[in-house]
């Protein structure tokens, strides 16, 4: 994970990048409405060499272990009523400062918590999500409910 130091306007705003959710952040996860249609924003930044937790070789990059990852994410996705609306490679920052941009964004789309959960315990998905950890140096995952801005 990295961890950066922001200041916005005098406000100083530290942001740490993390490839798992802490025990905190997914008790969160199962309280309240699991039965809401939700969206995941997902701030990526990538290794520049993947590398992959059963210790296999690869001369994949980061970037390419995680763009398998993307592919196959898509066909779980759909098999629990998700879909991935929107996916790009971040070009600049408009408005702001940051020390470093992430590398790209992902918004994922889900029926509910309760699905995305059902995706996330699915023995194929597990296999995915190797290419997922092992292209990431962290990622910013926002959860998002449809409503009132």
Known sequence: SFCKSNHFGGVSMKVKNHT??????????FEGDTKTPIAMLNLLKFKKKAEYED??????????????????????????????????????????????????????????????????????????EAHRAAGLEGQLNIEIKEGDL
Do not use: C, N
Request: no cysteine.
């Open 20 to 29: 798992r959710p802490h025990q905190t952040q997914m008790e969160g996860f």
């Open 55 to 128: 210790g296999r070789e690869t001369d994949l990059t980061g970037k390419e272990a995680y763009s398998i990852y993307g592919q196959e994410v898509t066909k779980h996705l759909a098999k629990i009523g998700g879909k991935l609306v929107f996916g790009g490679k971040i070009s600049r920052l408009m408005i702001g400062e940051v020390e470093d941009l992430w590398d790209s964004v992902a918004i994922a789309q889900y029926p509910s918590r309760k699905a995305m959960l059902e995706m996330l315990m699915d023995p194929d998905y597990q296999k995915s």
